[in-house]
């Protein structure tokens, strides 16, 4: 079964290709072919790299008025050109696309039809940076590749469908719960994918593990994992809570908010933008949103740099500890994410925080940042992992897992 799977992002829009047979393999595949169209890297235009399983890639840039056009390109060099892994768009059985916000409904894997259309469009005043161009992707394939191909939202928001009521309930007016004001909880997709590569990497059952994993890229979320179910996590009912973040701010006194609507000029549009995209990191620092720069700008002793790395060191030690109160013990802390997969420093400074329960590193491992390894030291009462995270391979196992083929779909 060949399976296409997109991947958007606020910033950028990943696809990437799998081909699976009958049975499932016990390890993560490497796709055929895999590709990006970076929306914001170069002002105004669409950069899309593609590379293949067999070592084709492709370059290309485009202006950045038709998204779809882009999307488009990026999808052509499957049957076309160097980077050619099909003889025909037909031969994709199946399209899976990661969908940010699911609500209250969808909480498995589902098919994708008019009314499901409907809903992520209506979840986007809850994740705007996210389910608009979740729906983007859907709408783009229909175009390109035509209604014959069955595609599938595979939603962030699924696992933590299970959290016990004091944990998504909030402590507002009962109503609104009754109005779907409630937890839902994001990075779902990741979070369950590195419990489950966890479990498989320390060779124990996952329905006997207390995890934390620390998704750590531009968005960042926590989960406390008990026997495979989320039991809590920090975003809520939106992608804004919880942890500090490239340019999001996380949890923030909502006094705050109230304060700053009573100033004249400021309207919910403005404070939108001023929580979802220039805050965090990149609001703190003045320079970036980006890890990497907030690294090199504190070796160039930049005083705000090294308040905003401080300032997310401390908000992401704070909130392991709420996870670890919610499981009451620990098993494993896991790393995942840009950050979380590649900044030493951050993992590092987290982990000093528990030295105090026995959680130790081990120095060498953690600045090597070694891919799905166990980084503890060998004393350590608790295990601490860094795991890449494999949304795209977890999003084609969901749709392999509906048994859809392009031919059952059409009868
Ligand atoms: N080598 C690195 N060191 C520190 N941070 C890194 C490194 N590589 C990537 N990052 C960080 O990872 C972030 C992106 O994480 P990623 O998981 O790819 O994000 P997304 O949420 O878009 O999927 C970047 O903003 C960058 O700060
Ligand atoms: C839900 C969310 O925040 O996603 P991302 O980290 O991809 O922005
Ligand atoms: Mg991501």
Same mark, same amino acid.
């Given at each position: 079964m060949k399976i296409l799977v997109l991947n958007a992002g606020s910033s950028s829009q990943k696809s990437c290709l799998y081909e699976l047979g009958e049975s499932l393999p016990q390890e993560p595949l490497t796709p055929l072919w895999e590709a990006q169209i970076d929306? #914001?890297?170069? /002002?105004g235009m669409a950069l899309i790299e593609v590379k293949t399983g067999g070592g084709a890639v492709f370059e290309d840039k485009l202006p950045l008025d038709d998204r779809l056009k882009a999307i488009a390109s990026m999808l052509e060099t499957l049957w076309c050109g160097d980077t050619q892994v099909l003889d025909n768009p037909t031969d994709i059985d199946i399209v899976g696309h990661r969908v940010v916000h699911g609500g209250e409904e969808y909480r498995l894997p589902t098919l994708i039809t008019a009314e499901v259309k409907d809903a992520i469009a209506r979840l986007a005043e809850y994740a705007p940076i996210h389910n608009p161009v979740n729906l983007e992707g859907i709408e783009a394939i229909e175009q *390109? %590749?035509?209604?014959s191909v069955p595609q599938v939202a595979v939603f962030d928001t699924a696992f933590h469908s299970q959290l016990p009521p004091a944990a998504y309930v909030y402590p507002g007016l009962y109503e609104w719960l009754e109005q779907g004001i409630r937890r839902y909880g994001f990075h779902g997709i990741s979070h369950q994918y590195c419990a489950q590569r966890t479990a498989q990497i320390l060779g124990r059952n996952l329905d006997s593990l207390r995890l934390i994993t620390c998704h750590l890229g531009n968005g960042c979320s926590l989960a406390a994992i008990l026997n495979g179910y +989320? *039991?809590? #996590?920090?975003?809520?009912? #939106? /992608? %804004?809570? =919880?942890l500090m973040m490239g340019s999001r701010s996380g949890s923030v006194d909502p006094g705050i908010l109230i304060h700053l609507l009573r100033q @004249?000029?400021?309207?919910a549009e403005k404070l939108d933008k001023m929580l979802n995209s220039l805050s965090g990191l990149k609001g703190i620092s =003045? %320079? @970036?949103?980006d890890m990497r720069h907030i690294l090199s700008a504190i070796a160039q002793e930049n005083p705000r740099a090294t308040l905003a790395f401080d300032i997310y060191v401390h908000s992401l030690r704070k909130h392991i500890g709420a996870m670890l109160a919610s499981l009451g013990g620990l098993d494993a802390l896991v790393f995942t994410g840009g950050v979380g997969e590649n900044a030493a420093a951050v993992r590092e400074q987290a982990c000093a925080a528990f030295e105090f329960l026995g959680l130790q590193l081990d120095p060498q491992e953690n600045a090597a940042s /070694?891919?799905?390894?166990? *980084?503890? +030291?060998?004393? @350590?009462?608790i295990r601490v992992l860094i795991v890449h995270t494999q949304e795209d391979w977890a999003i084609a196992v969901s749709c392999w897992q509906l048994g859809f083929s392009a031919a059952s779909a059409t009868g």
């Open positions: 929306w #914001t890297k170069q /002002p *390109i %590749l035509g209604n +989320s *039991i809590d #996590t920090t975003m809520g009912f #939106t /992608p %804004l809570e =919880g @004249s000029g400021m309207d =003045g %320079l @970036s949103g /070694p891919r799905d390894r166990d *980084i503890a +030291s060998f004393e @350590s009462k």
